[in-house]
């Protein structure tokens, strides 16, 4: 196997690796942030009992570094792939072949900040006023990524009805130019058809 072989083939198992994880955190993002269980599957609490959530990466440093092993036994039973997903490199994310993911990182990265302080308030011991306004906090950020999605897949259409219209023309071009090419097959023709039928009574 080539060195561009071996490299091709780290970047497919390291893109795998990033995909896993997004797609653990957007599971997340849609159903909540597990909460940190201790080994007898209790809810842990802190020194003022607040139940505490399990983690998960706030940033894109920490998504990097995140190798499951710091997720509790109980997080590890209801989400298994967490036992596949390996720590990267801090600039892997960056790099350009990753373009089209790092976005979507950063989105589910706010949604989750943003989740965790919405699942605490409504847990633990809060104000109502505090609750509705992480709610509201949490449907805007929620509502911002959904709005760059959208904007995301129009500019994927745009590119592609500009594609679809290139093609079409060549198409067209194409055609035209074939026309052309048989016209000028067929007065051929017909100018040696004349040409034979002036011949043929000389015989």
């Known amino acids: 196997m080539t060195a561009s072989h071996i490299s091709e083939r780290n970047k497919q198992i390291a893109r795998a690796n990033i995909t896993a994880k997004l797609e653990i955190l957007e599971t997340w993002s849609r159903t909540g942030i597990p909460w940190l269980r201790d080994a007898d599957g209790n809810e842990a609490r802190d020194s003022d009992g607040e139940q505490l959530l399990d983690y998960f990466p706030p940033r894109p440093i920490d998504f990097a570094s995140w190798n499951g092993t710091q997720n509790c036994q109980t997080t590890h039973k209801l989400f298994p792939e967490l036992s596949s ?12 072949y990753h373009s089209d993911i790092q976005s979507r990182v950063q989105a589910v990265l706010e949604v989750l900040r943003a989740k965790g302080h919405e699942q605490l308030l ?12 992480a709610g509201a906090d949490y449907w805007q950020t929620l509502a911002h990524k959904q709005e760059g999605d959208i904007i995301a897949l129009r500019e994927r259409m745009s590119e592609t009805e500009v594609k679809l219209r290139a093609a079409t023309l060549a198409l067209e071009n194409n055609r035209t130019e074939a026309q052309r090419v048989i016209d000028n097959l067929n007065a051929k023709v017909a100018n040696l058809t004349g040409l034979l039928a002036k011949v043929a009574p000389l015989k």
Request: aromatic share 0%; no cysteine.
């Open 122 to 133: 409504l847990t633990n011991k809060t104000s109502r006023i505090e609750t509705l306004q």
């Open 85 to 96: 997903i390996k720590a990267t490199r801090r600039s892997t994310l960056s790099e350009p």
